[in-house]
């Protein structure tokens, strides 16, 4: 557990201060502010975007994120100061260059001396600061994909390739848009900048203890009260961060405590937060960046995919709920007390105007605006709520904080997506898409479950400990073009499955990044939380096999046959997530008769769902006959 940790955890950050504190809140105020203008009125090439934004990131990053453990909270160190130098060089050199950069034709021209140096400037800096902002994992798996990518030839057999000198290397992965200066930084640089930067302003102006509040009112007065003020407040805020790591120290740090104080077990406690917070990436309208970055790898409109994941969205908030709601009532878990239960007309008064912009978005992208300009309106009209709001204004010093606040936030974001980008060009260039296909049928045969459950391992394997962006990414370049082109599955569906298994990394055992957080607040063991969160989340896990058999319930109102597809994948969800409760607390034959008929309403054949809904009725009938008070395990 020691040698993991090492593996995944990431330097401190810094509050600057002193002299530095103005420059740096100045500098990354100013960011923010072109990356408002590039979207907005500045008419800007993508790969320029992506170029001047990747070097405006990098230049900062080093002073605000530690390089150890044991680094300054508040005082760079002299290794800092030059290697912000050495990015501040690079990104002048770049920035002053890009018409040469989008001009030239890789390979065709040889590089420039100048060219190999900063080439190679900017890819180091890029390893490192993923190092210090992700982990020592992320750096050590591209730099594996980039020996392969110049060793592969000594390889023999098929996952060999020919020779890339170390000159070809560099030039594709910096000097084209397929490495990185590639589709995931682009996606930084616009969607992920701006929504981030929407949520770091409605968290300021007071959006979250609305939302915490009104969850609150909703359901403190019920069984397991926290517990379902988690998922509620987890899915809303989550949302919005995109982040389940996040989700879980903003919300974690009220909800597990107040748990913990109303008799839950540590580890329950802990894992329903980490539930409910991994969640939040996977519901619309946000979604995350993994959702923008979905759109450009696949063509697919970004409001599709959003509607395309508001059905799994909710059957797994409905799943977490329904297990919360059956444990709670099985262990006689108090509600919150009553005189700590707010009023909802009381929050909804206080705080309607929050709900704004929510709508605001809501409505662009139903309308079929573009995220970008979503994102910039939604902000907007928070900014303005907040000004009209006198305990939350947002004046000019405390605006400054918020843009340089969502810089400083996508330096992280913005370090992965540079990394997976150099892995996404390393595939590219040694054709290893092609060659997973080729592993995958020499391992499990042509069997197609098989290699979707393959496909699933893999995926949670590279978003072990890193975030959801890059291990969507990764996925989406490794494993999709087999899933798609040799197995002929339909590609929102395919990509679907990827972003799931992507995001549900983040909980999954030994890594488990939120649960690795939540166990901090709960002091409790993150093994057992991520057990907890897996068994709660059970739902998410066989889902997307339900996308691949189901496609249509991604698209439910397209005709009747989807609508019912749909609707047996929603029942046989969340007849899993309810089976473990009723076999752990109620009736194990039921349960597990319940277990076997969710499943069979999964898959795509009718005689199967028939059959599911027979032995789904059977069990239901015979456990509210069996059901009994039970002692807590």
Request: aromatic share 10%; net charge positive; charged share 10%.
């Amino acid at each position: 557990m020691k040698t993991l940790s090492l593996l995944f955890n990431t330097c401190p950050r810094r509050e600057p201060q002193g002299w530095l504190r103005w420059p740096m809140l100045v500098y990354g105020a100013g960011v923010a502010l072109w990356v408002l203008s590039a979207a907005t009125w500045m008419r800007v090439d993508s790969l320029a975007v992506t170029i001047i934004f990747l070097s405006l990131i990098l230049a900062p990053s080093f002073l605000v994120v530690g390089g150890s453990a044991g680094a300054s909270r508040t005082r760079p160190s002299w290794f800092d100061w030059v290697l912000s130098a050495s990015a501040a060089a690079t990104a002048v050199y770049f920035i002053a260059h890009i018409e040469d950069t989008a001009e030239r034709i890789s390979l065709l021209s040889p590089l420039a001396w100048h060219q190999f140096l900063f080439a190679a400037a900017i890819i180091l800096l890029t390893l490192e600061v993923t190092r210090r902002t992700v982990g020592l994992f992320l750096m050590l798996l591209v730099m594996g994909f980039i020996a392969y990518n110049l060793l592969g030839h000594l390889i023999v057999g098929a996952m060999g390739h020919g020779y890339i000198s170390l000159s070809h290397f560099v030039d594709i992965s910096v000097y084209t848009s397929d490495g990185l200066f590639g589709t995931p930084v682009q996606v930084a640089a616009t969607y992920a900048f701006l929504f981030v930067l929407f949520g770091t302003i409605l968290e300021r102006a007071g959006g979250g203890a609305f939302f915490f509040g009104l969850s609150a009112a909703l359901t403190g007065r019920a069984p397991g009260g926290p517990a379902k003020i988690a998922v509620f407040s987890s899915a809303l805020f989550g949302t919005m961060s995109g982040s389940p790591t996040s989700d879980v120290v903003a919300t974690g740090s009220i909800t597990i405590p107040m748990m913990k104080k109303l008799g839950y077990r540590p580890e329950m406690a802990a894992g329903t937060e980490v539930a409910a917070s991994t969640g939040g990436s996977l519901l619309p309208p946000v979604m995350g960046s993994a959702a923008f970055i979905m759109a450009e790898v696949t063509g697919i409109d970004y409001v599709s995919i959003c509607l395309a994941a508001i059905v799994p969205a909710l059957v797994y908030y409905a799943a977490i709920y329904m297990q919360v709601h059956m444990r709670a009532r099985t262990l006689k878990l108090a509600p919150l007390d009553p005189a700590e239960v707010p009023r909802a007309r009381d929050v909804l008064r206080s705080g309607w105007p929050y709900l704004i912009p929510l709508a605001g978005m809501t409505v662009m992208l139903a309308a079929h605006y573009s995220a970008t300009l979503t994102a910039v309106v939604a902000s907007a009209l928070t900014w303005l709520v907040a000004l009209l709001r006198r305990d939350t204004r947002l004046g000019l010093v405390r605006t400054l904080e918020v843009l340089a606040e969502s810089t400083t936030r996508m330096i992280g974001v913005t370090g992965a997506c540079a990394a997976a980008g150099l892995v996404v060009g390393g595939i590219t260039m040694t054709g290893l898409a092609s060659k997973f296909s080729i592993l995958a049928f020499s391992l499990v045969g042509e069997n197609d479950f098989l290699i979707l459950v393959l496909s699933a391992l893999v995926t949670i394997i590279l978003g072990l400990g890193m975030p959801t962006p890059s291990a969507y990414v990764l996925a989406a370049v490794l494993v999709a073009p087999t899933l798609v082109n040799d197995l002929g599955l339909p590609l929102l569906a395919v990509h679907m499955f990827i972003l799931y298994y992507a995001v549900l990394s983040a909980m999954t055992p030994p890594v488990a990044v939120a649960s690795f957080a939540a166990a901090a607040i709960a002091d409790a063991n993150p093994v057992k939380i991520s057990l907890e969160a897996m068994q709660l989340a059970v739902a998410a896990f066989v889902m997307p096999f339900a996308f691949i058999a189901n496609p249509g319930m991604l698209q439910p109102l397209a005709s009747f046959g989807d609508a019912i597809a749909a609707a047996g994948v929603v029942a046989g969800a969340i007849s899993i997530a309810a089976s473990l409760e009723i076999t752990r607390h109620v009736h194990r034959p039921s349960g597990l008769a319940m277990l076997a008929g969710g499943l069979l309403l999964l898959t795509p054949w009718s005689w199967a769902k028939i059959a599911g809904l027979v032995l789904l009725a059977a069990a239901w009938a015979h456990s509210r006959r069996s059901a009994r008070s039970t002692v807590p395990a």
